[in-house]
């Protein structure tokens, strides 16, 4: 089956800019994953979503950070503008059931804001 | 929320001994306990989990013990190899809303010498 997709793999941008990632998850995922993931530190989950519902969103910084999930499949996140500290690998993951089966991870995005 | 801590963050072993990574929750309502490795520049990959209605699961040279009443779980690897070289990450699901959320520990950079 193919995995999850996201683009793009790299991005440079300066600071108080705006970016978007896109993913596309696995087909049939109703579970879908943004994490951040800071050089050397564990992914911190940033939303959940089930389908096109927010499940969580309680670490996204909602000044900033946007995510939708149209039609429940797809999914953008952006950030705007950007800080020196968004520097990071932005991971999207799927999964048929949620966190109680496997979560598939996509290459991520690397960003950093210069 | 969920909070999950790992030990040690970096663990140096000689090929051929075994390698413990070990991580505590707070929640105790999670009841899924995955293991993912992350080799670099790659993405994280599941390598073994446990449900919370059991308390050791084997594979091969890797096995994952849970002790619920203790809140904490780990992960033994026997006859280690070069290959295992990476890092891993431990995480916890609970139930949350119809969906199940999945948080990760910091990661421990496991090194194994020839």
């Known amino acids: 089956e193919a995995g999850v997709a996201q683009s793009p793999r790299y991005k440079i941008i300066e600071k108080r800019q705006s970016v978007a990632f896109w993913c596309n998850p696995i087909?049939?995922?109703?579970?879908l994953y943004w994490y951040q993931q800071i050089l050397g530190q564990g992914p911190k989950l940033l939303i959940q979503?089930?389908?096109?519902?927010?499940?969580?969103d309680s670490q996204l910084p909602k000044d900033r950070f946007s995510a939708e999930r149209l039609k429940g499949v797809d999914s953008t996140l952006k950030i705007q503008p950007a800080k020196l500290e968004d520097s990071a690998v932005y991971l999207c993951?799927?999964?048929?059931?949620?966190?109680?089966?496997?979560?598939?991870f996509g290459q991520g995005t690397r960003l950093t804001v210069v | 929320g969920e909070n999950v801590e790992q030990h040690p963050s970096t663990l140096s072993v000689q090929e051929g001994d075994s390698a413990v990574i070990k991580c505590t929750y707070s929640?105790?309502?999670?009841?899924?306990f995955p293991w993912y490795k992350q080799e670099l520049g790659k993405r994280p990959q599941l390598i073994i989990d446990?449900?919370?209605?059991?308390g050791e699961k084997k594979d091969q040279r890797i096995a994952v013990t849970l002790n619920k009443t203790a809140k904490h779980f780990s992960l033994h690897i026997t006859e280690t190899q070069p290959e295992d070289s990476a890092v891993y990450f431990c995480?916890?699901?609970?139930?949350?809303?119809?969906?199940?959320?999945?948080?990760f520990g910091s990661g421990t950079r496991l090194l194994v010498r020839p």
């Open positions: 993951a799927s999964s048929y059931t949620g966190g109680q089966t496997e979560a598939f």
């Open positions: 087909s049939g995922h109703a579970t």
């Open positions: 979503f089930q389908n096109n519902g927010v499940v969580d």
């Open positions: 929640d105790s309502a999670s009841n899924y």
């Open positions: 446990i449900r919370s209605n059991v």
């Open positions: 995480a916890a699901s609970k139930e949350m809303d119809s969906s199940y959320k999945l948080i």
